[in-house]
Protein backbone atom coordinates (compact mmCIF):
# COMPACT_ATOMS: atom_id res chain seq x y z
CA UNK A 1 0.00 0.00 0.00
CA UNK A 2 1.42 3.61 -1.01
CA UNK A 3 1.74 6.36 1.53
CA UNK A 4 -1.73 8.45 0.71
CA UNK A 5 -0.86 11.13 2.49
CA UNK A 6 -2.98 13.24 4.31
CA UNK A 7 -5.35 14.27 1.18
CA UNK A 8 -6.51 10.26 1.35
CA UNK A 9 -7.57 10.77 4.86
CA UNK A 10 -9.75 13.97 4.04
CA UNK A 11 -13.49 14.04 3.72
CA UNK A 12 -13.50 17.58 2.54
CA UNK A 13 -13.37 21.35 4.17
CA UNK A 14 -14.93 21.63 7.42
CA UNK A 15 -14.81 24.95 8.41
CA UNK A 16 -13.16 28.66 8.18
CA UNK A 17 -11.85 30.97 10.65
CA UNK A 18 -12.00 34.40 10.02
CA UNK A 19 -10.81 37.81 12.37
CA UNK A 20 -13.37 40.10 12.60
CA UNK A 21 -12.95 43.62 14.46
CA UNK A 22 -16.75 44.19 14.38
CA UNK A 23 -18.49 40.89 15.18
CA UNK A 24 -22.05 42.31 14.95
CA UNK A 25 -21.40 43.77 11.49
CA UNK A 26 -19.59 40.96 10.53
CA UNK A 27 -22.90 38.41 11.61
CA UNK A 28 -24.88 41.21 10.11
CA UNK A 29 -22.95 40.76 6.75
CA UNK A 30 -23.02 36.54 6.75
CA UNK A 31 -26.79 36.18 8.06
CA UNK A 32 -28.13 39.14 6.91
CA UNK A 33 -26.46 40.06 3.56
CA UNK A 34 -25.38 36.92 2.64
CA UNK A 35 -28.72 35.11 4.03
CA UNK A 36 -26.00 32.52 5.84
CA UNK A 37 -27.77 30.52 9.07
CA UNK A 38 -26.44 31.16 12.33
CA UNK A 39 -25.24 27.49 13.68
CA UNK A 40 -24.79 26.94 17.82
CA UNK A 41 -21.16 27.86 18.96
CA UNK A 42 -20.21 26.85 22.02
CA UNK A 43 -19.16 29.63 24.98
CA UNK A 44 -15.09 30.24 24.30
CA UNK A 45 -13.16 32.69 25.71
CA UNK A 46 -12.81 35.08 22.70
CA UNK A 47 -16.50 35.93 21.44
CA UNK A 48 -17.39 34.83 18.12
CA UNK A 49 -20.05 33.95 15.76
CA UNK A 50 -20.27 30.33 13.53
CA UNK A 51 -22.03 30.79 10.53
CA UNK A 52 -23.14 27.30 7.90
CA UNK A 53 -21.88 27.20 4.77
CA UNK A 54 -23.04 24.54 2.90
CA UNK A 55 -24.56 20.53 4.79
CA UNK A 56 -21.05 19.99 6.48
CA UNK A 57 -19.07 23.59 6.07
CA UNK A 58 -19.27 26.62 8.21
CA UNK A 59 -17.64 29.84 9.40
CA UNK A 60 -15.64 30.81 12.52
CA UNK A 61 -15.84 34.27 13.23
CA UNK A 62 -13.77 35.69 15.75
CA UNK A 63 -13.01 38.92 17.50
CA UNK A 64 -9.76 40.18 17.00
CA UNK A 65 -9.00 44.14 18.29
CA UNK A 66 -6.58 44.28 14.73
CA UNK A 67 -6.57 43.07 11.48
CA UNK A 68 -3.63 42.30 9.42
CA UNK A 69 -4.75 41.75 5.54
CA UNK A 70 -3.02 39.64 3.13
CA UNK A 71 -4.95 39.78 -0.29
CA UNK A 72 -4.11 36.01 -1.05
CA UNK A 73 -6.43 34.88 1.55
CA UNK A 74 -9.62 33.46 1.27
CA UNK A 75 -12.20 31.00 1.26
CA UNK A 76 -14.57 30.00 -1.91
CA UNK A 77 -17.76 28.59 -1.62
CA UNK A 78 -19.42 26.64 -4.49
CA UNK A 79 -22.30 27.81 -6.27
CA UNK A 80 -25.24 26.66 -8.43
CA UNK A 81 -26.17 29.44 -10.37
CA UNK A 82 -23.81 32.29 -9.93
CA UNK A 83 -25.57 34.45 -12.25
CA UNK A 84 -28.62 34.45 -10.56
CA UNK A 85 -26.74 34.79 -6.87
CA UNK A 86 -25.24 37.92 -7.82
CA UNK A 87 -28.09 39.29 -8.89
CA UNK A 88 -29.07 38.86 -5.61
CA UNK A 89 -26.20 39.84 -3.34
CA UNK A 90 -25.67 43.74 -5.21
CA UNK A 91 -29.78 43.91 -4.86
CA UNK A 92 -28.81 43.72 -1.06
CA UNK A 93 -26.18 46.35 -1.52
CA UNK A 94 -23.10 43.72 -1.77
CA UNK A 95 -20.37 44.95 -3.79
CA UNK A 96 -19.63 41.63 -6.50
CA UNK A 97 -16.21 41.17 -9.08
CA UNK A 98 -17.56 39.20 -11.69
CA UNK A 99 -14.50 37.42 -13.42
CA UNK A 100 -13.76 35.74 -16.81
CA UNK A 101 -14.34 31.95 -16.97
CA UNK A 102 -11.47 30.42 -15.88
CA UNK A 103 -10.62 27.08 -17.33
CA UNK A 104 -10.98 24.07 -15.11
CA UNK A 105 -12.31 26.48 -12.54
CA UNK A 106 -15.51 27.38 -13.90
CA UNK A 107 -16.87 30.77 -13.21
CA UNK A 108 -15.64 32.89 -10.75
CA UNK A 109 -16.70 36.58 -8.70
CA UNK A 110 -15.40 37.98 -5.34
CA UNK A 111 -16.78 39.64 -2.41
CA UNK A 112 -15.12 41.47 1.15
CA UNK A 113 -16.58 40.88 4.58
CA UNK A 114 -16.93 44.27 6.45
CA UNK A 115 -13.03 43.55 7.34
CA UNK A 116 -11.54 42.60 4.21
CA UNK A 117 -11.59 38.90 4.23
CA UNK A 118 -12.18 37.65 0.55
CA UNK A 119 -15.03 35.47 -0.43
CA UNK A 120 -14.37 33.20 -3.41
CA UNK A 121 -17.62 32.31 -5.28
CA UNK A 122 -17.38 29.97 -8.14
CA UNK A 123 -19.33 27.80 -9.99
CA UNK A 124 -18.05 25.00 -11.24
CA UNK A 125 -17.68 23.60 -15.07
CA UNK A 126 -20.30 21.66 -16.03
Known amino acids: ?3 IGLF ?8 VNLPATDLERSREFYLDKLGLPELPRPAFETPGV ?9 IHISKVAVLGPNPNNHF ?3 VEDLESLLDLLEERGVAVKRSAR ?12 PDGNI ?6 PN
Open 50 to 58: WVGAGPENA
Open 76 to 78: ALE
Open 102 to 113: VPAAGRQAFLSD
Open 1 to 3: MSD
Open 8 to 15: GHLRGLQH
Open 119 to 124: IELNQP
